[in-house]
């Protein structure tokens, strides 16, 4: 079997996905996404710069990154002449005993004082990682190429290092992290070569990019698996599994007295009620709390925002504004065409919010707030009018989490508008792809990207106001 250093960092982030990377047909896998391709992009184009900067005289083998036996041929015939610098260089190393080919790609090799099988030198791996932060998997795939040079050119590289989306170098010493890299190996080892497929969990944050999102949806659904019950998070699924719960019936209907000591009461009465509700296909509410905003006020604003945050600009205000008499609407699309008119749109927002001053402001999630507070400092807007706007906040996230239990997988606005037969007109499309779409507007120039985005943009206002209708009718009949 051959890992790669890929496959052992598909391993670190879900064992899943490793072993469906293995032994399933990629033509299985979702489409790429648009998302992922800008992502990707930017670390290409962040390792450019890096290497114009500061290696520009870096070698790289000449074979295909496919022939890897002869890449790897190449790589040493390069450290055999001691360059000092080599560019995706393949290392590998054959462990027979164990019945593998250990393959990696580390960005570059470094040539720095020492003895090695090939002279009074020696190498050392570097990364150049997009991230901010020096995460563990980063370090561990660091480790992983360390392990591999020191089989390669027959002496100890004692450490790695990465160089991280600021240009900060980052040196990952072995000696802590070399015993972490064994055990994680043997387990990555153990999984793909004993090929037995691992059970799925569905963690959104961590499948909603993954390539297999759509299969394992699949089979998450097919079994009715605990892991689609909001709140059911790794290890509380373990603990149900150890008690002997392993679907929505059995949890619904398990007795809090077994449950609670482990889970504790109110983490019990949470996931329980969310059972009974799914399975029973209808709303339950969980506590009487009322929002004193939550009423039906003569003018009711709906709320959202697209962000870049690579450029770090707010570019659409969406405001769906509403009379409640009439029915009559209207949705302002306050949007930048350039990062630059961020300030402008501030200014029309408050302009067109100042005009209903008593006009609740309903949105869905902390962001909104947290980025009116952000372009009110930016943009020096006076604090008491900052205050009074805040007083006029809504978040419908918050009221719905801790007023109503309903039968859905998550609580995402998304999937809370489905289930009140609210259907966006672009179905499948999320933030994500507004960013990208904002990103081809800006190279392009193209006004179908941000006819793309205002439609998306307005269906979430939309159906933030859906969600509030129903909200106030469920509450009010439920207290009378
Ligand atoms: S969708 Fe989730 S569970 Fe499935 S392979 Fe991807 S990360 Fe793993």
Same mark, same amino acid.
């Given at each position: 079997m051959l890992l790669t250093d890929g496959l052992f960092l598909d391993h670190r982030r879900c064992e899943r996905r490793a072993f469906l990377n293995l032994y399933k047909s990629h033509s299985e896998q979702d489409p790429e996404r648009g998302f992922l391709l800008k992502l990707r992009q930017e670390s290409v184009n962040h390792l450019a710069y890096v290497l114009e900067h500061f290696y520009p005289h870096a070698i790289q083998p000449t074979s295909k990154h496919q022939d890897f036996y002869l890449r790897s041929v190449e790589t040493e015939t390069l450290m055999k002449e001691g360059l000092d610098c080599i560019h995706n260089g393949a290392l590998l190393f054959e462990e027979p005993s164990r019945g593998v080919t250990l393959l990696g790609n580390p960005h570059l090799l470094i040539k720095t004082a020492g003895k090695s099988r090939f002279g009074d030198w020696a190498y050392f791996p570097i990364n150049i990682q997009l991230g901010r932060r020096p995460k563990p998997e980063y370090k561990l795939i660091a480790s992983f190429h360390a392990y591999l040079l020191t089989k390669v050119q027959g !002496?100890?590289?004692d450490y790695a290092q990465m160089i991280l989306r600021r240009h900060n170098l980052y040196t990952v010493y072995l000696t802590d992290w070399m015993p972490r890299l064994e055990k994680a190996l043997a387990q990555c080892l153990t999984l793909l070569l004993v090929s037995s497929e691992p059970e799925v969990f569905i963690s959104r944050q961590r499948c909603s990019l993954c390539h297999w999102y759509s299969h394992c949806y699949t089979v998450a659904q097919a079994e009715q698996?605990? !892991?689609?019950?909001?709140?059911?998070?790794p290890s509380r699924y373990q603990s149900l599994q150890s008690l002997g719960i392993s679907t929505l019936a059995s949890l619904a209907d398990a007795s809090p007295s077994l449950l609670n000591p482990v889970l504790g009461f109110e983490t019990v009465s949470g996931l329980q009620l969310q059972a009974q509700s799914i399975l029973e296909k209808r709303a339950l509410i969980k506590s009487n709390y009322f929002h004193p905003q939550l009423i039906t006020a003569p003018w009711e604003f709906y709320f959202d925002i697209e962000a870049e945050p690579e450029l770090d600009v707010e570019y659409l205000l969406g405001v769906l504004l509403i009379n409640t008499k009439t029915k009559e609407q209207r949705y302002y699309a306050l949007f930048a065409e350039q990062p630059e008119q961020e300030a402008l749109i501030w200014s029309e927002f408050l302009e067109i919010i100042n005009q209903f001053p008593t006009a609740p402001i309903f949105h869905y999630s902390e962001y909104e707030v947290e980025t009116i507070k952000k372009l009110a400092h930016r943009y020096l807007t006076p604090t008491c009018l900052l205050e009074s706007l805040l007083n006029r906040f809504v978040d419908l996230h918050y009221q719905v989490t801790h007023s109503v239990i309903m039968p859905v997988e998550s609580y995402s606005l998304k999937s809370l508008g489905n289930w009140l037969g609210f259907y966006w007109r672009d179905p499948g499309i999320s933030g994500d792809q507004c960013v990208c779409w904002y990103d081809n507007w800006l190279k392009t120039g193209e006004r179908s990207f941000i006819d793309s985005i205002l439609r998306y943009n307005e269906d979430d206002c939309q159906a933030t106001y859906r969600l509030k209708q129903w909200l106030l009718e469920f509450l009010t009949a439920v207290k009378n």
């Open positions: !002496s100890r590289a698996h605990l !892991s689609l019950v909001p709140g059911v998070t």
